[in-house]
């Protein structure tokens, strides 16, 4: 069963929950990456004190990158456990998209420096682990653990999309970090698609 959210709950409110159940280590999962034409799919697992941090900490989508850059640098330096696993688009094309983020996640968890008792992940779909979990819908607006996931697995893949610009600057990556833009579009018609590229996704594979 999902959690749906509520407004009136703080946002330590699952790992409050179920440190009242007895875990210890409750890491949050999310994932960057599952639209774009181009990359991989980055996932992280992020285990913060049972305070929280400092900072307030919010859906990556919703924060400007100068700002995301500073919460993934304090994360770093305040949390207990950082996991990041990393699937990169010809496995992307071999599982799909959906069985590729599920394994970035399960690497993201087992790259972990300490294994997890719990497991809180957004979205609505589950991971092959024998960790105890819950999936929350939202979970990047609802948990701190799944936001400060959120936060180093966009980092990180944005990152990895500005290293590869330097080697495909044509495509112009360090701007649209591979997402299916206009000028991404233009620029596949004008070039055609490199290593990089998702040959299974719409935009892609008419160019095949």
């Known amino acids: 069963m999902l959690f749906k959210s509520l407004p009136e709950q703080p946002k330590d409110f699952f790992e409050r929950m179920f440190q009242d159940r007895g875990y210890q280590r409750i890491a949050g999962l999310d994932e960057a990456g599952r639209g774009p034409l181009a990359g991989p799919v980055v996932a992280a697992a992020v285990v913060l004190p049972s305070q929280g941090i400092h900072e307030e900490l919010f859906d990556s989508k919703k924060i400007p990158s100068k700002k995301r850059e500073l919460l993934y640098g304090a994360i770093f ?3 207990l456990g950082i996991g990041v696993g990393i ?6 094309d071999e599982l799909n998209i959906l ?3 599920l394994k970035a996640m399960a690497l993201a968890v087992n790259n ?3 294994p997890p008792d719990f497991l ?4 609505n779909q589950g991971l092959s682990l024998a960790i105890a979990q819950k999936p929350i819908r939202k979970g990047d ?4 653990s799944i936001a400060a996931a959120s ?3 966009k980092v990180t893949r944005d990152h990895i999309m500005s290293e590869y610009h330097q080697k495909y600057p044509q495509y112009d990556f360090a701007r649209h970090k591979g997402y299916g833009t206009k000028e991404h579009r233009q620029a596949i018609e004008k070039f055609g698609i490199c290593e990089l590229h998702r040959k299974t996704f719409r935009g892609v594979k008419e160019y095949l």
Request: glycine fraction near 12%.
């Open 77 to 79: 330096s305040q949390a």
């Open 141 to 144: 607006q609802l948990s701190n």
């Open 120 to 123: 809180l992940i957004d979205g």
């Open 99 to 101: 069985q590729a983020t």
């Open 112 to 114: 972990l420096p300490l």
């Open 151 to 153: 936060i180093v697995a």
């Open 87 to 92: 699937i990169g688009q010809g496995e992307i």
